[in-house]
């Protein structure tokens, strides 16, 4: 095996006041803290696997309930609440005994989020108590941990936690004396973002395209290798440790009522300190941006800004105030997402970003729902012409008949996250589509978003 | 109404495979054989072995050629279609020859924003290929657009042969990157 990387990252994970009793740093406890991969210094600086510990010594019912009990919200995009999904897994009887799964949703491929990959790297350990406390509740056989394949050096990292974790008895048979047998295995993707869905990844995960299958059944009554599965976000589950740790109740009261906990935002784009920040729910946006990342970088104003990774509306100055929890921003017309902020400033030409955002769902699109395939080909090549200064005014209505006949049309909601960005900037920056169309130019002098040379 | 063109048919043959390169190599040495099985064994259904499979095929024959898709089938014992169809369908699976330091430049929304399109022109004209076109006539350079990343934080961001990150890429920071490939620094590709 290579040698695990040592390289800093060169974002931002801090700020003044970050772990104080208003700014808690419950999952960047090692960011920053290129030793923290080591078993030993998990356990010795950051509490490590003492929540592993009481939760194993608990009913696999009360741990579950703890984790109903602090709201925590899937971190994944969705937001459904995680210890509902993990009641959702059925139990063994006296006639029945089932072979679990837990799953790992490691692929982080949204544009703008980069929120797993901190995790991963500074703070493995956290994922894989997390892993084990879920394993436990659920009475799980096996974990699965599955990596988008461009994070090969996480994956060495993360499997030689794992090896550490096995050696310390955490892992393998009869965990700490309890007779419970389990075992984390790390499954490396291969570049597709629609593995990041979840009934996509277990497709992925038995050998198959990633396609995502048709629901029901369900996950958790029929997940990987045909067997009772959840799936959990990297964040939700590397949250878990903290919650046992505190307890449900208290973990609750951080936040918004509806809203729980902390979540790790990553800003990216026109912003002077772009990086990883942990705050909790309900945070207004504009405190983030303006006072954290420091503004914009370009000493332009901001003009729009996407609030949780490139599926999501984006939103202009007048929303800038937003809560960033999932119903606020929902209120708002924009979703929660996963917790990527992308800055935009005055100088970037909003039919170039809708085009650069379209064009990704074009070529990540599955392929298998003909709404979400071909749309998304239609729109793409409808923006193309605008772009181009081809354009003409029903254009704007074509693409206005095509969204409603991708979204909720298809499978998964790639093709809904396709729409929202369209249809955001249609809405709230229809000048400069117009504009592009009667001058056949950009709104926006000099802005180069796109390259010249042919794509993929 | 005038709707849009969709892009122009290809004359290339259509039939399966038809349309990727040969490599030399034709089967697994017995070492992959052997930790494609190991693989097999760790999961409850065979088939999960695919993924990992081709991994090893792409490191063993330098790309997924056919002969590759058919050689997994055969380690693995399950059809060649499925195969082919997984490796067709993922996009880190390379169909065709790559560089030694195979460069993949993330041009998505966060980089672009910092100047990614720019960058990409950069890598092509310094290494002389253009994106997605096989390796450079001494075999060193290939170039791929990729979508995310997730190096948005510290974007524009470029990888070099699927184990190496370099971030915050301007010009003089690609001259060093490329520089220390040359020098060695780099592990690469398919060793």
């Avoid at chain 1, 700020?15 to 030993?40: C, T, V, Y």
Wanted: glycine residues 10%; contains cysteine.
């Amino acid at each position: 095996m290579a040698a695990i990387r040592t390289k800093r990252d060169l974002h931002t994970y801090t700020f003044p006041g970050f772990g104080s009793e208003k700014f808690p740093n419950l999952m960047l406890r090692g960011a920053g803290d290129l030793d923290n991969w080591h078993l030993k210094v998990y356990e010795q600086r950051h509490e490590g696997y003492v929540a592993m510990k009481a939760a194993l010594k608990l009913e696999p019912v009360a741990v579950t309930e703890e984790v109903k009990l602090s709201g925590i919200r899937g971190r994944g995009g969705a937001g459904f609440p995680a210890g509902l999904k993990w009641s959702f897994m059925p139990k063994d009887t006296p006639d029945r005994k089932l072979t679990r799964y837990l799953v790992c949703n490691a692929d982080e491929g949204e544009p703008g989020t980069f929120k797993d990959r901190v995790i991963l790297e500074y703070n493995p350990h956290q994922l894989i108590e997390g892993m084990i406390i879920g394993g436990w509740a659920m009475q799980c056989a096996m974990g699965y941990v599955y990596v988008r394949g461009e994070f090969l050096w996480l994956i060495e990292k993360l499997e030689a936690a794992i090896q550490q974790a096995r050696d310390a008895g955490y892992l393998g048979k009869n965990i700490l004396g309890t007779g419970w047998d389990y075992d984390i295995l790390v499954y490396r993707g291969a570049g597709a973002y629609i593995c990041g869905e979840e009934t996509a990844l277990l497709n992925s995960l038995e050998g198959r395209r990633g396609e995502p299958r048709v629901k029901p059944p369900f996950p958790a009554a029929k997940g990987a290798f045909g067997q009772p599965t959840t799936v959990n976000n990297v964040e939700t589950l590397a949250a878990v440790p903290p919650i046992l740790r505190m307890g449900g109740a208290e973990y609750a009261k951080i936040g918004t009522p509806k809203n729980t906990g902390t979540r790790i935002f990553g800003v990216s784009g026109h912003v002077k300190r772009p990086g990883i920040y942990e705050l909790p729910m309900g945070t207004p946006m504009n405190f983030l941006v303006d006072e954290l990342c420091g503004g914009s970088s370009t000493g332009r104003k901001i003009k729009a800004i996407i609030p949780g990774g490139a599926s999501c509306p984006m939103l202009d100055e007048k929303d800038f105030d937003v809560p960033m929890d999932f119903d606020s921003l929902k209120a708002r017309g924009s979703m929660g997402g996963s917790g990527g902020l992308i800055v935009m400033d005055e100088s970037v030409c909003m039919v170039q970003a809708t085009l650069r955002l379209i064009k990704f769902y074009a070529h990540e699109s599955c392929g298998q729902c003909t709404p979400c395939r071909e749309g998304c080909n239609w729109l793409e090549m409808i923006l193309h012409r605008i772009e181009h200064g081809e354009g003409r005014m029903e254009d704007l209505d074509l693409i206005a008949s095509l969204t409603p006949r991708i979204g909720l049309r298809t499978l998964c909601p790639l093709g809904d996250a396709a729409c929202g960005p369209v249809d955001s900037a249609l809405q709230k920056f229809r000048h400069e589509f117009e504009h592009h169309i009667t001058h056949k130019t950009c709104y926006a002098q000099g802005s180069r978003l796109l390259s010249t040379l042919g794509a993929h | 109404m005038n709707h849009p063109q969709p892009p122009e048919t290809s004359n290339e043959p259509l039939a399966p495979g038809q349309r990727l390169p040969e490599s030399e190599r034709k089967e697994f040495s017995p070492e992959a054989v052997a930790e494609i099985q190991a693989i097999m064994a760790q999961y409850p259904d065979k088939l999960a072995a695919t993924l990992p499979a081709l991994y090893i095929a792409q490191r063993e024959f330098g790309f997924v050629s056919l002969a590759a898709m058919k050689a997994v089938a055969r380690a693995i014992g399950i059809p060649e279609g499925h195969v082919f169809g997984v490796a067709t369908f993922y996009t880190m699976y390379q169909k065709k020859p790559v560089g030694k330091f195979h460069l993949s430049v993330c041009t998505n929304i966060s980089c672009a924003l910092r100047g990614a399109a720019q960058l990409l022109e950069k890598v092509c004209e310094r290494t002389g290929v253009q994106p997605g076109a096989g390796p450079s006539p001494d075999g060193l350079w290939s170039v791929e657009e990729v979508e995310c990343l997730a190096g948005c934080g510290v974007a524009p961001c470029i990888q070099v042969n699927q184990d190496v990150y370099d971030e915050l890429v301007d010009e003089q920071k690609l001259i060093e990157v490329m520089e220390a490939c040359k020098r060695g620094e780099y592990r690469p590709w398919a060793e």
